[in-house]
């Protein structure tokens, strides 16, 4: 019985011995799944909607970093590509010239969003280049900021909601990938 509980004990102390020098990966560092989502989203500025937006997606469950990252442009895309279904739905009936100039200018912005900042954003991620990836993103709230001002004195615009969102998404996304570009996570 001896020799039993002298061997278990020899036993435990090798196995803590191999966990203590097995080198521990940036990714186990930072968690997986729903703990990876809150760990990343406590570094942007907007946790909520981060957490919100990366867990609705099934993906997240066991995305690293970069998959991340990846969830956050496509909502991104899908948030912007619908704000700018809605700028052009309202410019159909705005009867108001200052509202349509305003909505003209939203929309301008919001083709170069679509068309130009999320796709250099998501091309960055893929190819794990994330400079270009955080230009892409913070354009991308530039661009819905800019939107946001040609609505000057009205504070709850026609797309308000939704612009706030694409900006804040915008920032979440940029946050994301210069926080791992710092890591060198990609």
């Known amino acids: 019985m001896n020799n039993t509980i002298s061997f278990a004990l020899l036993h435990l102390a090798f196995c803590f011995t191999l966990v203590s020098f097995t080198p521990i990966s940036a990714l186990e560092l930072h968690g997986t799944g729903a703990n990876m989502v809150e760990t990343t989203c406590q570094k942007t500025p907007f946790y909520n909607l981060c957490v919100s937006a990366l867990k609705s997606d099934p993906r997240s469950s066991g995305a690293d970093v970069a998959g991340l990252a990846?969830?956050?442009?496509d909502k991104l895309k899908a948030k912007?590509?619908?704000?700018l279904r809605q700028i052009t739905a309202l410019l159909k009936v705005a009867k108001d010239p200052k509202l349509k100039m305003a909505l003209r200018d939203c929309a301008d912005y919001y083709n170069a969003i679509v068309k130009y900042d999320i796709p250099v954003a998501v091309e960055a991620v893929t190819k794990?280049?994330?400079k270009f990836g955080v230009?892409?993103?913070?354009?991308?709230?530039n661009e819905a900021d800019?939107?946001?001002r040609g609505f000057k004195n009205q504070p709850k615009f026609p797309i308000y909601?939704?612009?706030?969102?694409?900006?804040?998404?915008s920032a979440v996304v940029a946050s994301i990938v210069h926080y791992?570009?710092?890591?060198?996570?990609?």
């Open 135 to 141: 230009e892409g993103a913070t354009d991308a709230a």
């Open 180 to 186: 791992y570009e710092d890591d060198e996570m990609f």
């Open 161 to 169: 909601a939704s612009n706030k969102v694409v900006h804040d998404l």
């Open 128 to 130: 794990g280049d994330p």
């Open 146 to 148: 800019a939107c946001g």
């Open 80 to 83: 912007a590509t619908a704000t």
């Open 70 to 73: 990846e969830i956050g442009t």
